[in-house]
């Protein structure tokens, strides 16, 4: 499952994007594990709008056994949160994106 990150280049998906809602429905987390050599950047975007970090919004983007776990973890979910989810990760040699769809209601 958890591939080492690659030594050079732009940063792969070893995990596409997921998501899980705890069993009480008081999170909705999406993850997902990427590859990559250095730090990347990583951003989210809902229906093409940038989500920022804040009130229900919590991201995170961690080393994790060789590999960043970059998730997006959303508070107290409702109909609002359903939608087009899209992550894009860059570093100096290149990028990658994917998207995950959320139904919530």
Same mark, same amino acid.
Do not use: W, Y
């Given at each position: 499952m958890a591939?080492?990150?690659?030594?050079?280049?732009?940063?792969?998906?070893?995990?596409?994007p997921f998501?899980?809602?705890d069993p009480e429905g008081t999170? !909705?987390?999406?993850e997902c594990r990427i590859a990559s050599a250095t730090q990347p950047e990583v951003a989210w975007f809902q $229906? /093409?709008?940038?989500?920022?970090?804040?009130?229900?919004?919590?991201?995170a983007n961690k080393l994790d056994n060789g590999s960043y776990l970059c998730t !997006?973890?959303?508070k107290d979910p409702d109909r609002k949160d359903a939608g087009k989810f899209e992550v894009k990760v860059k $570093? /100096?040699?290149g990028d990658c994106k994917a998207t995950v769809f959320s139904y919530v209601g």
């Open positions: 591939a080492k990150a690659a030594a050079t280049g732009a940063p792969t998906f070893i995990e596409k998501i899980r809602q999170r !909705l987390m999406f $229906n /093409d709008l940038k989500v920022k970090p804040g009130g229900r919004h919590v991201l !997006l973890e959303i $570093n /100096d040699s």
